[in-house]
């Protein structure tokens, strides 16, 4: 705070009301008074006591859920016991799921658990999917097991970049590949991973100079 020793009864009640003000048209904000574009109702329904990292745009998050219609509260997934029953993975902020998850996963701490109201519009809109009819407002019961560096995250690029030069070479993007189907306890295909590659490369090596460098890697176009 721009406090100073004169008058400084009067800057922080200047502060006190500018900060009251601000308070209640974040309020407004939340409760969606003023917004034009729907926004996802996030509740946390259970706060670890302990939290080292939270999720950020670009982490991969491991969840259980159930989903619910907000109409007439059907379930029409639930991770936990329906499909092979194992928690998802997903990579937060980056469209791999409906807007209204990655909206309302973020800043959250392995262990946490929260209640999302997605609106159609960041849900499945006019045309539904499956089970889930147009136009419907769902809820989720979302856990969060686990934060992963994702595939744009800094950490990631060091991970990647074995010799520290700064690029990643199509080697060591095969290397990472290799290791990443390893750990989710797939076996390597040199075949495949080396199409993927090619793939990657003629995506995010802008300059085609075959080499990602960490600009290239982390520069990313699409916004939410
Ligand atoms: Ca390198
Ligand atoms: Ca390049």
């Known amino acids: 705070m721009f406090i100073e020793k004169k008058n400084s009864v009067c800057h922080v009640y200047v502060c006190v009301v500018a900060y009251e003000q601000l308070c209640s048209s974040l309020l407004l904000y939340v409760s969606g008074a003023k917004l034009p574009e729907p926004e996802v109702k996030i509740e946390v329904l259970h706060k670890p006591f302990i939290c080292h990292r939270k999720t950020k745009f670009g982490d991969m998050l491991l969840i259980h859920y159930e989903g619910f219609l907000e109409s007439n509260g059907t379930m029409f997934h639930s991770s936990r016991t329906l499909g092979d029953k194992h928690p ?74 074995l010799n520290d030069d700064w690029k990643l070479s199509k080697l060591e993007v095969k290397e990472y590949l290799k290791k990443e189907f390893e750990r989710h306890g797939y076996s390597p295909n040199d075949t495949q991973h080396e199409v993927m590659v090619e793939d990657i490369f003629k995506k995010e090596d802008e300059d085609s100079d075959g080499y990602i460098s960490a600009r290239e890697f982390t520069y990313k176009h699409d916004e939410l």
């Open 88 to 161: 998802v993975w997903f990579t937060l902020g980056i469209k791999e799921v409906i807007k209204g998850w990655d909206k309302g996963l973020q800043g959250m701490c392995t262990g946490e658990k929260r209640k999302l109201t997605v609106p159609p519009a960041l849900a499945y809109g006019k045309e539904g999917k499956g089970k889930i009819p147009p136009e419907s407002t769902l809820i989720f019961d979302i856990e969060l097991m686990e934060i992963r560096n994702g595939p744009r995250s800094h950490e990631s690029f060091q991970e990647m970049d």
